[in-house]
């Protein structure tokens, strides 16, 4: 059995201008001990579908709706406590913002001692002590003395390292990070994913990956879930993606990545990008939704909504147009 | 800390000096002559101008002004036209009854203004929220004299549960201490609990927005930790400011609340004072009110450091 096994995961918002169907009619599931990454532009609704399986979309004016089976479980039915003592302690999440997704006026050994003492019933100097022990396991030095400061005290990377013991302190078996490393440097992002690879393989913990940067993917996710306006348009394990891409969404993401060396072998180019912008999700899309960018759109794409369909091993895309591997290919 | 402490005290100094010129010169150019007052409506002019001058109230004014702040300065406020007592011990017999009021009034206030800020931010847009907002709105409108009478008459005379007015000093004890200081310090608070709850509901708003509030959910925290603890200790900045400057409206507000409730203090002092000319209580209770106000800036200022490590000086 999926650890986590989403169905058919509709997160709406009612707006003044309408519904907006952030996240429309989305199915997956993680494994345990798995590393899904979900990729997509900006508005795509990959933020919304982490946040809508911790349950944290304000409703109203949110609404969720489909199953979101977490061992067994179906989160949306829990009641409200019930829900508050998964989070932080089964299902844990890293946000985007190490700068401010941390309480700027309570000490980093508060802020990683709190899950420990609610989720675990430890005392305030067993919570400190092992907040301690957490720090140094995520690489920070001079832990006992960083447990007494403010993050305003910490770099960027630091940050990030204290959101990940916090995420990891009550060993949780699925970590949602939501662009981990999007706000860091470049040398430090490599050394935070390192670091919760490392952690990932020691807790044994299942991640979903929201990014829209294709290295970080190729460089940790064993899956992949392409999400374009509200949708999952292709879904397959991460070498199968990048060496056989077949939604045109897809194709256009991989096109869009500079390649080392490219201005020197020809003439330099510009990078190749999509045309166009996310859809606004305010209306039902009638038809494909990447139909309005697509180099390959055709009537029947505007007219009727490709499904998903099986492409390759484990590989699903939802396209009229996509190839099916040749069985002896 | 310490060292800056003492830096803002040293810069109070300035600031009570522009103070006590005010005041001082306030007096001296507001009508009415106070030697007339003292010699009565049967002295000759000749016993007005020997009282004016036994007073110096014919030297020049920055002579008065210099040999006046002299005095203060050795601990002397001066001594009473009226009653010929010194105007320090005046105050001195006052001064409890004023205190017990401002601190019972802001207890209160903060025990009632910023939990109902908090919940009307966390509820925000609901009819919890607009019935607050509307309380609030109310409060703020009503004078402090309209609501001590209303509050007088229905708590105190109709339902016989307070007594309608008067003070008892602490050293009776406690009970009835606080017994007579309910219903003035409600009706003294009314104002400062509406500020209050209306800028902890701004500030909370604003600080629920920010992502370590959603980092605190994701972490699985209650209701009431994330709004007390993560929420409340990073809206404290402006919940304190204002707590700080309303102590101006506690003051003001004092003088009535004095009179409306018979509560002998600074306030009903200050009154008499005012009605006899007695310049010497005027000032001395002026100069007392502005030390006070400005200490009180300053602890708002080291309050600051308390609550935002990120505020050092």
Not at chain 1, 18 to 36: I, K, Q
Not at chain 1, 129 to 140: D, N, S, Y
Not at chain 2, 209 to 225: F, M, P, V, W
Request: overall charge neutral; aromatic content about 8%; charged content about 15%.
């Amino acid at each position: 059995m999926a650890l986590l096994d989403v169905q058919n995961l509709q997160t709406h918002f009612r707006t003044p201008e309408g519904v907006n169907r952030a996240v429309d009619g989305v199915s997956f599931h993680v494994d345990e001990g798995e590393t899904l990454a979900i990729v997509g532009e900006s508005g795509c609704g990959k933020s919304v579908t982490s946040m809508s399986l911790m349950r944290l979309i304000p409703e109203p004016p949110g609404k969720i709706a489909g199953s979101i089976r977490f061992q067994g479980k179906d989160l949306l039915q829990l009641s409200e406590p019930e829900m508050r003592a998964i989070r932080g302690n089964d299902i844990s999440m890293i946000f985007q913002e190490p700068m401010t997704s941390l309480n700027p006026v309570l000490t980093v050994g508060r802020q990683i001692g709190e899950t420990l003492r609610m989720h675990q019933g430890l005392d305030k100097q067993a919570a400190l002590a092992r907040a301690v022990e957490m720090l140094t396991l995520v690489g920070i030095p001079e832990p006992a003395r960083r447990v007494r400061e403010y993050p305003h005290q910490l770099s960027g990377g630091m940050r990030q390292r204290v959101m990940i013991a916090m995420a990891l302190a009550c060993n949780p078996k699925l970590l949602i990070a939501d662009e981990p490393t999007t706000a860091l440097d470049v040398t430090i992002q490599a050394q935070i994913l390192q670091l919760m690879l490392d952690l990932k393989r020691r807790v044994g913990a299942a991640i979903v990956l929201i990014t829209h940067d294709l290295g970080v993917v190729a460089e940790i996710a064993e899956r992949v879930m392409v999400m374009y306006a509200g949708r999952k348009v292709e879904e397959a394990p991460v070498a199968e993606l990048f060496r056989s891409p077949r939604h045109p969404y897809t194709q256009g993401l991989l096109g869009a990545l500079p390649r080392l060396g490219s201005s020197l072998t020809g003439a330099a180019r510009r990078l190749a990008e999509i045309p166009g912008q996310v859809p606004s999700l305010k209306q039902r899309i009638e038809g494909c939704v990447f139909a309005g960018r697509c180099p390959l759109a055709t009537d029947l794409c505007r007219e009727f909504a490709p499904g998903l369909e099986e492409k390759g091993p484990r590989h699903i895309a939802a396209c009229h147009y996509a190839p099916k591997e040749a069985a002896a290919a | 800390m310490v060292s800056y402490i003492f830096r803002r005290i040293l810069a109070t100094m300035p600031v009570m000096a522009i103070v006590a010129l005010f005041v001082f010169s306030l007096l001296y150019i507001a009508p009415g002559d106070p030697a007339a007052v003292i010699a009565g409506d049967q002295a000759s002019p000749a016993d007005v101008e020997r009282i004016r001058q036994a007073l110096g109230l014919n030297r020049p004014f920055l002579v008065q002004f210099g040999s006046w702040v002299w005095r203060i300065l050795h601990g002397d406020l001066g001594t009473s036209i009226f009653t010929n007592l010194p105007v320090g011990s005046l105050i001195a017999q006052r001064i409890e009854p004023t205190l017990s009021l401002m601190v019972i009034t802001l207890v209160l206030t903060l025990l009632i203004a910023v939990p109902l800020g908090v919940v009307a931010a966390w509820k925000a847009g609901t009819w919890l929220d607009r019935t607050i907002m509307a309380f609030a709105v109310f409060g703020f409108s009503l004078p402090v004299f309209v609501v001590g009478y209303v509050l007088a008459y229905v708590f105190a005379l109709h339902l016989e549960w307070l007594p309608v007015q008067g003070y008892t000093p602490l050293a009776e004890g406690f009970w009835p201490w606080l017994v007579n200081l309910i219903l003035p310090a409600v009706a003294l608070g009314c104002v400062y609990i509406a500020l209050i709850a209306r800028i902890t509901r701004a500030a909370m708003l604003e600080v629920l927005q920010q992502d370590y509030i959603r980092t605190a959910r994701a972490k699985g925290l209650g209701q009431n930790s994330i709004l007390f603890v993560h929420a409340l200790k990073n809206a404290a900045v402006p919940i304190v400011t204002v707590i700080g400057i309303g102590i101006a409206l506690l003051i003001g507000g004092a003088v009535v609340t004095e009179s409306v409730f018979a509560i002998p203090g600074l306030g009903r002092l200050t009154i008499d004072a005012i009605l006899r000319r007695d310049y010497p209580v005027i000032q001395g209770i002026v100069l007392l009110f502005s030390f006070l106000y400005v200490l009180v800036n300053l602890m708002v200022d080291v309050t600051y450091t308390l609550v935002d490590p990120r505020i050092r000086y």
